[in-house]
């Protein structure tokens, strides 16, 4: 079965950092791209960031270009999402995505003083 | 704002045909493949239908998507309860080298 697991998620403060960790199994991670997506609370989808099966090519949404880096680690099957000046507009359940096609469960993002 | 616009609802009463719009441009659903998500309450969204048509194992036929230029299109025939839920479609935009998503369709079961 597939599987995708976020943790990392916390209360942090404006200014702050955190960083989200996807762990799967059930199939080959090193063969497919993987995505972040987030969802502020009451609202719609964001496609935040993307990154090829060999870490060579990473695309990201221009409201995080500079402040977030996607990463992985084919070695332990896991996906990274390292978040820095964080501002209360990144408050978000963030989704670690396989490709475009399977879901993990989200983890919660809170940025407040 | 959407890069791909959506209506904010749509309604109907079990047993009906309802259709759910995506418009885009010639950067992105001009060219690339639409993807539609079903997001239930509380939970994550999972993949209805790929490649504009396709229809992953375990949805149900009930289920078919379509595109034509630059709008694609759910149909969800036989509404059932359960469906009612978010729709929201996505394809890549060469403009933006990302990914983008629609503004999301809240599905009402009368």
């Known amino acids: 079965e597939v599987q995708l697991v976020e943790s990392g998620g916390d209360l942090v403060q404006p200014g702050g950092s955190l960083r989200l960790s996807c762990e799967v199994s059930?199939?080959?991670?090193?063969?497919?791209?993987m995505t972040w997506v987030r969802q502020a609370p009451g609202k719609g989808l964001e496609w935040v960031a993307n990154?090829?099966?060999?870490?060579?090519?990473?695309h990201y949404v221009g409201s995080v270009k500079g402040r977030f880096t996607i990463s992985r680690d084919n070695a332990k099957d896991s996906l990274y999402l390292q978040m820095n000046s964080l501002s209360a507009e990144d408050t978000a359940v963030y989704y670690c995505?396989?490709?475009?096609?399977?879901w993990g469960q989200g983890t919660l993002v809170t940025v407040s003083s | 704002q959407s890069v791909l616009t959506q209506p904010p609802s749509a309604s109907g009463t079990p047993g009906q045909r309802v259709t759910i719009s995506c418009s885009g441009s010639?950067?992105?659903?001009?060219?690339?493949?639409v993807n539609w998500y079903q997001q239930l309450p509380g939970t994550a969204p999972k993949l209805l239908i790929e490649n504009n048509d396709q229809r992953p194992s375990g949805v149900p036929d009930r289920f078919s998507g379509s595109k034509s230029g630059t709008s694609g299109s759910l149909a969800i025939t036989g509404l059932q309860s359960e469906d009612e839920a978010d729709y929201y479609c996505?394809?890549?935009?060469?403009?933006?080298?990302?990914?983008?998503f629609g503004g999301g369709t809240k599905l009402t079961v009368l």
């Open positions: 059930g199939f080959t991670f090193s063969t497919y791209w």
């Open positions: 996505a394809t890549w935009d060469d403009s933006l080298s990302g990914w983008v």
């Open positions: 990154i090829k099966q060999d870490g060579s090519v990473r």
């Open positions: 010639s950067s992105n659903i001009g060219t690339h493949i």
């Open positions: 995505v396989r490709g475009m096609d399977v």
